[in-house]
């Protein structure tokens, strides 16, 4: 008779194959067939739905959503929105992380206990009194209010990424700087900065993905505007419509999807580390 | 005579200067309009009254009476227990599961890996309409794949091998899961990958099965990683809109509390009962939260003692 380690052992090695292609298939799969239903004509898909194949493949489908669905200024409307949120987020973030890492100063430990009430809160309720304010203030449909939204709602967690980083730094190669001449803004510039690009580069990055995927605000901002609708508020909006085939809308969402696909896997390994790095302290 | 400066004063100075810039936008952004909401909750407030309804308006509890005494909350709220409760789990147990598959080194790793985490990093949107797509009853592709067509996200109950199942909420709690299960991955897998190989190694030595290793050796190390991901995963779960509001706009059985909040703040302009529900919603998630802390805490303390 096997001993049961043999018999463990021995389904391991049928079992963890198939979890592993189990896993790959079902989040493989979405995206292979949202790329394959882009490609096609709408009459294809009502005639025969169950192919994943496309038997005429054509572009028109992105011509269509791009031009016609207004695709394009969406997209230079999410592009605008979430240039101005990283270097906004960038430019108010190294500062603060920088003041947590090195300095000391009054209230400090409680800024991390703020930060973390920031990151946990809910956006649902923060959303009223914002809907509320900005309606009175006639900033709905206006892109600088979802602007700030997003600063808000990204710095705290950038802090907390870039404090991390700032803190590998040597504290000895900043009081060189300083003991050349430095005063503690040119350190942070000519010294900390170039020491953390990996991790600046990782933070703009977050801070574009969120701008770029939100969705909540950006319905209750500009919901009314379509000329200033984002990307992911362009695509759920037009999902409701009859008129617009699933094949064009399918095109809007690989136009959606794919920006912040590329930009991830570009950068894969510097966001994954940033974010997982309190982690591994377990 | 100017008194000079110490340094250490200096330093706490720069510090405030530097972090400001953080704090005023938190506070303007997150701080105060959280205190709006909480007065808004206690007010008669519609878009058409809201500029007079001042710091001193009238405050009133009717709001929340109006709110607590409509079915429709109690089966929202849990509604959203539920969903919350099933879908982190769920995804923290599937994430478990590809964390454990991918520890050990083989080929198309890398491949596999990427895969699995685009569904967290994809826009929400974009998944929701794709899987609308997929479910579709009439041209969906999963549909073409079963005997009888499901409307996944339009149908509230279905029959399922003789038992009533809630399909909707079911197939909602399916995309939470699915969508987010790489987000628990990330994070066990990071902690598992910086687990001391000894204690694996010296347990095979001592002629550990796998399942004894998983059970003794390597659950042990990952429970404070589970706990921190339970937290985090129900804290945004339980506050989530996107998912729900996307897929199914709150119908056939899935209305979620901040689905309702929503409604009430747009469709039915109704500024306070909105405001009413997020505050009771923010409340319960503490009240869970605090009931946790107290639980785990406690057990952590007895495993030490």
Same mark, same amino acid.
């Given at each position: 008779?096997?001993?049961?380690?043999?018999?463990?052992?021995?389904?391991?090695?049928?079992?963890?194959?198939?979890?592993?292609?189990?896993?790959?298939?079902?989040?493989?799969?979405?995206?292979?067939?949202?790329?394959?239903?882009?490609?096609?004509?709408?009459?294809?898909?009502?005639?025969?739905?169950?192919?994943?194949?496309?038997?005429?493949?054509?572009?028109?489908?992105?011509?269509?959503?791009?031009?016609? #669905?207004?695709?394009?200024?969406?997209?230079?409307?999410?592009?605008?929105?979430?240039?101005?949120?990283?270097?906004?987020?960038?430019?108010?973030?190294?500062?603060?992380?920088?003041?947590?890492?090195?300095?000391?100063?009054?209230?400090?430990? #409680?800024?991390?206990?703020?930060?973390? @009430?920031?990151?946990?809160?809910?956006?649902?309720?923060?959303?009223?009194?914002?809907?509320?304010?900005?309606?009175?203030?006639?900033?709905?449909?206006?892109?600088?209010?979802?602007?700030?939204?997003?600063?808000? #709602?990204?710095?705290?967690?950038?802090?907390?990424?870039?404090?991390?980083?700032?803190?590998?730094?040597?504290?000895?190669?900043?009081?060189? @700087?300083?003991?050349?001449?430095?005063?503690?803004?040119?350190?942070?510039?000519?010294?900390?900065?170039?020491?953390?690009?990996?991790?600046?580069?990782?933070?703009?990055?977050?801070?574009?993905?969120?701008?770029?995927?939100?969705?909540?605000?950006?319905?209750?901002?500009?919901?009314?505007?379509?000329?200033?609708?984002?990307?992911?508020?362009?695509?759920? #909006?037009?999902?409701?419509?009859?008129?617009?085939? =699933?094949?064009?809308?399918?095109?809007?969402?690989?136009?959606? =999807?794919?920006?912040?696909?590329?930009?991830?896997?570009?950068?894969?390994?510097?966001?994954?580390?940033?974010?997982?790095?309190?982690?591994?302290?377990? | 005579?100017?008194?000079?400066?110490?340094?250490?004063?200096?330093?706490?100075? $720069?510090?405030?200067?530097?972090?400001?810039?953080?704090?005023?936008?938190?506070?303007?952004? *997150?701080?105060?309009?959280?205190?709006?909401?909480?007065?808004?909750?206690?007010?008669?407030?519609?878009?058409?009254?809201?500029?007079?309804?001042?710091?001193?308006?009238?405050?009133?509890?009717?709001?929340?009476?109006?709110?607590?005494?409509?079915?429709?909350?109690?089966?929202?709220?849990?509604?959203?227990?539920?969903?919350?409760? $099933?879908?982190?789990?769920?995804?923290?147990?599937?994430?478990?599961?590809?964390?454990?598959?991918?520890?050990?080194?083989?080929?198309?790793?890398?491949?596999?890996?990427?895969?699995?985490?685009?569904?967290?990093?994809?826009?929400?949107?974009?998944? !929701?309409?794709?899987?609308?797509?997929?479910?579709?009853?009439?041209?969906?592709?999963?549909?073409?794949?079963?005997?009888?067509?499901?409307?996944?996200?339009?149908?509230?109950?279905?029959?399922?091998?003789?038992?009533?199942?809630?399909?909707?909420?079911?197939?909602?709690? $399916?995309?939470?899961?699915?969508?987010?299960?790489?987000?628990?991955?990330?994070?066990?897998? !990071?902690?598992?990958?910086?687990?001391?190989?000894?204690?694996?190694?010296?347990?095979?030595?001592?002629?550990?099965?796998?399942?004894?290793?998983?059970?003794?050796?390597?659950?042990?190390?990952?429970?404070?990683?589970?706990?921190?991901?339970? *937290?985090?995963?129900?804290?945004?779960?339980?506050?989530?809109?996107?998912?729900?509001?996307?897929?199914?706009?709150?119908?056939?059985?899935?209305?979620?509390?901040?689905?309702?909040?929503?409604?009430?703040?747009?469709?039915?302009?109704?500024?306070? !009962?909105?405001? $009413?529900?997020?505050?009771?919603?923010?409340?319960?998630?503490?009240?869970?939260?605090?009931?946790?802390?107290?639980?785990?805490?406690?057990?952590?303390?007895?495993?030490?003692?």
């Amino acid at each position: 008779m096997p001993s049961r380690d043999r018999v463990e052992r021995g389904a391991l090695r049928v079992l963890r194959p198939l979890v592993i292609a189990v896993l790959f298939l079902v989040t493989a799969f979405p995206f292979v067939y949202m790329v394959m239903l882009s490609v096609r004509d709408i009459q294809e898909l009502i005639l025969d739905p169950g192919s994943l194949w496309p038997s005429a493949f054509t572009l028109d489908t992105y011509v269509d959503v791009l031009t016609r #669905q207004g695709f394009l200024t969406f997209l230079r409307n999410s592009l605008v929105v979430s240039a101005v949120s990283v270097a906004a987020t960038l430019l108010i973030s190294i500062p603060g992380a920088y003041a947590v890492a090195r300095l000391r100063f009054f209230g400090r430990r #409680q800024v991390h206990f703020l930060f973390l @009430a920031v990151y946990l809160f809910p956006a649902i309720v923060l959303a009223i009194p914002l809907f509320v304010l900005f309606t009175m203030l006639g900033l709905r449909g206006s892109l600088v209010g979802l602007i700030l939204v997003y600063i808000a #709602q990204t710095v705290p967690v950038t802090v907390y990424m870039l404090r991390n980083y700032f803190e590998t730094v040597p504290q000895s190669v900043e009081e060189a @700087a300083a003991i050349d001449g430095c005063t503690r803004l040119s350190t942070i510039w000519r010294v900390v900065l170039p020491l953390s690009k990996p991790a600046l580069m990782a933070t703009g990055l977050y801070a574009f993905m969120i701008a770029w995927n939100e969705f909540l605000f950006a319905l209750l901002f500009l919901v009314e505007r379509r000329e200033s609708w984002t990307v992911s508020l362009g695509l759920s #909006q037009l999902a409701g419509s009859i008129e617009i085939p =699933t094949t064009v809308l399918m095109a809007g969402s690989v136009v959606l =999807t794919l920006p912040i696909v590329i930009i991830f896997f570009a950068s894969e390994r510097l966001l994954t580390e940033g974010l997982t790095a309190g982690a591994e302290k377990g | 005579m100017r008194r000079v400066r110490t340094l250490r004063e200096q330093e706490g100075r $720069a510090g405030l200067a530097l972090i400001s810039p953080t704090l005023v936008i938190t506070i303007v952004v *997150v701080v105060l309009p959280l205190l709006w909401a909480i007065m808004l909750a206690f007010q008669d407030v519609r878009l058409i009254n809201i500029r007079r309804a001042g710091l001193f308006g009238r405050y009133t509890l009717e709001n929340f009476s109006y709110v607590l005494a409509e079915p429709g909350f109690w089966s929202a709220l849990v509604n959203t227990l539920v969903y919350t409760v $099933a879908g982190t789990a769920l995804s923290i147990a599937i994430g478990l599961v590809a964390a454990l598959a991918l520890r050990d080194k083989f080929r198309g790793r890398t491949l596999v890996r990427a895969s699995i985490l685009v569904p967290y990093v994809a826009p929400v949107v974009a998944v !929701a309409f794709l899987w609308e797509t997929m479910l579709n009853p009439q041209y969906g592709i999963v549909n073409t794949w079963l005997s009888q067509p499901i409307a996944f996200l339009s149908q509230a109950k279905g029959t399922f091998l003789g038992i009533e199942v809630p399909v909707a909420l079911l197939t909602v709690i $399916a995309f939470e899961a699915w969508r987010y299960f790489p987000f628990a991955f990330l994070f066990i897998l !990071a902690r598992l990958q910086a687990l001391p190989a000894e204690l694996d190694e010296a347990a095979v030595v001592d002629g550990a099965t796998p399942t004894q290793r998983f059970r003794y050796v390597i659950m042990p190390q990952l429970w404070r990683i589970i706990a921190l991901l339970s *937290v985090l995963r129900f804290v945004f779960t339980f506050t989530k809109f996107d998912d729900v509001y996307l897929l199914t706009g709150g119908g056939a059985g899935t209305e979620v509390v901040s689905v309702r909040v929503y409604n009430f703040l747009t469709a039915r302009d109704d500024i306070g !009962a909105s405001a $009413a529900q997020a505050i009771v919603l923010a409340v319960v998630l503490v009240v869970f939260l605090v009931v946790y802390l107290r639980f785990f805490g406690g057990g952590e303390r007895a495993e030490q003692g």
